[in-house]
């Protein structure tokens, strides 16, 4: 090949190269570059804090927060520091008033209690705790059994009734979640979460009946209308024949007294005119009486 040939097809690769490459830097300039969504210094959990945690300034940590800032998100870390925590709050995410304690409420189970409501602790077993699986959040139903006043249990048997439908567990013993592999601890107490007169019905439940925790789904709010059960209504139709009732002999009205014959008023007597010469006369006579001529 002729070497000016090449000489001249290599000049102008160069030259073609150089304005194309001029060509997009001139376009580039010109090209609004997008820019990325605004970022916000906020508040944010340093690691994980669990149900009932006291809050520490070494929770806490400053982080970058894409988007619109949760209005409820505390920005001020002396808002923060010395509350507990009521709801979990994930390490890396915004900590939010919601999920905090009332300020001077301290930490731990009290803490969780919302304003109006009561906890009352209920001495469990594997069988009435449902094995542990009863732990914090859950819902479930309270059964009591027992013999009401006023009945035979010799007729009837133990009655059971569900007493609390849909009550929240607080927490189980001083435990307020599941161990470390995720398995249900076994604990001797449970909290459940209830209103003032719900906590004095379990109390009085709690020492003259026998409790039976029963697990509920927690998206499950509907209230089931249960009549209750004794033991003689499970063998059905092997319950002895009922008693014939008795009736009391009827007792005969006493008869009146006779009352004393009355005698019959005596007819009006018959009125006769007499006349005597110039004179006029009445006389009278009574029936049957005899006229004496």
Do not use: C
């Not at 009561?118 to 959040?137: D, K, M, P, Q, T």
């Not at 569900?162 to 013993?173: D, F, M, R, W």
């Amino acid at each position: 090949m002729n070497q000016r040939f090449l000489t001249v097809l290599i000049f102008a690769f160069l030259v073609a190269g150089g304005a194309s490459l001029l060509l997009y830097r001139l376009m580039a300039s010109r090209v609004p570059v997008k820019a990325g969504p605004p970022t916000t210094q906020v508040i944010v959990a340093a690691r994980n804090l669990g149900l009932g945690t006291l809050i520490k300034d070494s929770d806490l940590k400053f982080g970058e927060w894409t988007g619109t800032v949760p209005p409820s998100a505390v920005l001020k870390k002396d808002d923060i520091i010395g509350r507990g925590v009521v709801a979990t709050i994930y390490e890396g995410e915004p900590v939010l008033e919601s999920r905090l304690a009332a300020k001077g409420a301290g930490a731990g189970l009290a803490a969780m209690i919302p304003a109006g409501m009561r906890a009352v602790a209920i001495r469990v077993n594997e069988v009435v705790g449902v094995s542990g699986f009863v732990v914090s959040g859950m819902r479930v139903d309270v059964l009591i059994s027992g013999n009401p006043p006023g009945t035979s249990a010799a007729e009837l048997g133990h009655l059971s009734k569900t007493l609390l439908q849909n009550i929240e567990v607080l927490s189980a013993g001083q435990n307020f979640q599941k161990d470390a592999e995720g398995k249900p601890v076994q604990v001797p107490v449970v909290n459940l979460l209830v209103t003032p007169d719900q906590a004095e019905m379990l109390s009085l439940a709690s020492n003259q009946t026998t409790i039976q925790l029963v697990l509920r789904n927690p998206l499950d709010n509907q209230v089931a209308q249960t009549p209750g059960t004794a033991v003689a209504r499970l063998f059905g139709n092997m319950l002895p024949a009922p008693k014939p009732e008795v009736k009391p002999r009827p007792v005969a009205a006493p008869k009146p007294a006779p009352k004393p014959e009355e005698k019959p008023a005596p007819p009006p007597p018959f009125v006769v005119e007499m006349f005597h010469g110039g004179r006029k006369a009445d006389a009278q006579f009574q029936a049957g009486q005899e006229v004496r001529k």
